[in-house]
């Protein structure tokens, strides 16, 4: 190699270009990448831990199988990191704390599935204590910043990943999501994110679910951070299948993408939604996209209270996730909590009666929620995609108050801090639906990164990636590198 890797400005696209065009090696590029989280990147604190050696090794194979005419794979040489809470083999595995880590004897389902496509594993990203903040902070590792602002998080629960992709320490990233933790860091670091249909990508091997656990979760997802739509499209495709006993038998045949090209895509405007309040800097970003477009050949209507839209939705929500979060408690934590829910006066009664909900009452949402999803399909008689907001505006300050207290103002209006940026997070995944969030570049008043999102029709996760595939290739939506990165 005879010139330096602009990694920030590279896609892996791109960097597999020139590997396979022989201009660059992948020794050089984890060699560069390394270089860059040592140096410059350090500051971020976004990878937590490193294997060097593991990574060298394998870009060294790659290289032998490349030079020996051996064909590529999807993947071949492209540096990767994880999030930190799915098992990377011989890597240490947390959910933001020492305490009660682990070093993974296997991959992770995902993680195998993107080793055998020939990405360079080689380090893990930062997140909060338990995977629970949109901020990436925890008394073991520090505090994770944003590229673009270091006064200002990056997001959470997936927030190491964003800041690692926005800054080049990184390629490709797989993350996951409870409640927007792909999206919302995406959106705060202006790269691409995609929250898979349910069940679509596994999430097994994951804390604080367990990792050698035999069953899918039922309302978190899995899914690929990367600098441009056509990246995500690729490592979709790697990531997505089924893992385990269900890999026995099971095949996924997705669809594939209603559309092909932007002129007389049917897109649903969703910006006013009650239940999820965002500020004038975002309301001007996706109105503005809006019009560009019209000015594609879309046709772009507005969508009001689609289905499980509001108040009710967001409580519904809410006691999905609490059932999930249940099975991974421990015996002693179950047991306080039992205890609290009988106790009205405890301090976290609401807390404990949700998380110890009857099972009856858990199938009860399970199958409403299943009803929504169901419902949906009339939005998508109508349109091909629904543009809606990631997150209510652009990446907040830090903020090391206690979740419980923190607040955000958002149009003029004062928000307990994470139901407000998590609220349209929240409302997609209720509905199982697949979402790709879309920089829309830096906002009109903050300066910062500010994402949409296209929601697509359950299980049809190929036609929202392909409608940011062709908004990026018509340079409507790009990532740009921060400045100084």
């Known amino acids: 190699m005879s010139f330096p890797l602009p990694l920030g400005e590279l896609d892996a696209t791109a960097m597999l270009d020139l590997m396979r065009r022989d201009e660059v090696s992948a020794v050089e590029v984890i060699d560069a990448h390394l270089a860059m989280v040592a140096g410059h990147g350090a500051a971020l604190r976004a990878i937590v831990t490193q294997d060097a050696e593991s990574a060298r090794s394998t870009a060294r ?9 051996a064909p590529g794979r999807a993947l071949s040489g492209i540096p990767m990191t994880v999030k930190d809470s799915f098992d990377v083999r011989g890597m240490r595995t947390t959910h933001g ?5 682990h070093v993974a004897l296997e991959d992770a389902p995902a993680v195998a599935r993107a080793r055998a496509a020939g990405a360079v594993l080689y380090g893990k990203t930062n997140v909060p204590v338990l995977l629970a903040d949109y901020q990436s902070t925890n008394p073991d590792f520090g505090r994770t910043l944003n590229p673009w602002d270091p006064e200002r998080t990056p997001g959470g629960s997936s927030g190491g990943a964003a800041a690692a992709i926005a800054a080049g320490l990184s390629a490709l990233e797989l993350g996951s999501e409870l409640s927007g933790s792909i999206r919302m860091p995406s959106a705060w670091c202006g790269v691409f994110g995609h929250r898979p249909s349910n069940g679509v990508v596994s999430k097994m091997g994951h804390l604080p679910w367990a990792t050698d656990g035999l069953i899918e979760p039922p309302v978190s997802v899995a899914g690929p951070m990367a600098r441009s739509a056509r990246d995500l499209r ?13 890999a026995v038998g099971w095949r996924l045949d997705l669809p594939p993408s209603r559309v092909d090209e932007l002129r007389g895509t049917r897109v649903g405007l969703w910006i ?8 004038d800097e975002m309301r001007m970003a996706l109105l503005d996209l809006a019009d560009k477009l019209r000015a594609a050949g879309c046709t772009v209507d507005e969508l009001t209270s689609p289905p499980g839209a509001g108040a009710s939705g967001l409580e519904l929500f809410d006691r999905l996730q609490a059932a999930e979060i249940a099975h991974s408690l421990t015996d002693e934590d179950w047991d306080a909590l039992v205890v609290a829910a009988s106790d009205n006066d405890a301090a976290e009664n609401t807390t404990a009666r949700a998380l110890t909900q ?12 299943r009803a929504i999803t169901a419902a949906w399909g009339s939005v998508f ?11 209510p505006g652009a990446a907040p300050l830090h903020d090391e108050r206690p979740t419980a207290e923190r607040t955000l103002t958002v149009a003029g209006t004062e928000h307990p801090a994470f139901d407000v940026v998590s609220a349209w997070g929240r409302l997609v995944n209720l ?9 829309m570049g830096p906002g009109a008043d903050s300066g910062m990164p500010l994402g949409a999102q296209l929601i697509g029709p359950y299980l049809e996760d190929r036609t929202p990636l392909r409608v940011a595939e062709l908004l990026e290739r ?6 740009a590198p921060p400045q100084e990165w």
Not at 272 to 279: F, G, H, Q, W
Not at 358 to 367: I, N, T
């Open 61 to 69: 194979k790659i290289d032998e199988a490349r030079r020996e005419g």
């Open 97 to 101: 704390r020492l305490s009660d880590a």
């Open 234 to 246: 690729l490592a979709f495709e790697v990531f997505a299948g089924p893992a385990r006993l269900d």
């Open 272 to 279: 006013d939604e009650p239940a999820a309040p965002i500020d």
């Open 358 to 369: 009857s099972v009856r009452a858990a199938w009860q949402d399970a199958e409403a929620q």
């Open 381 to 391: 008689d109508r349109f091909d995609v629904v543009l809606a907001p990631a997150v």
């Open 431 to 439: 509905a199982m639906l697949p979402s790709t969030v879309i920089p």
């Open 474 to 479: 018509e340079q409507i939506v790009r990532f």
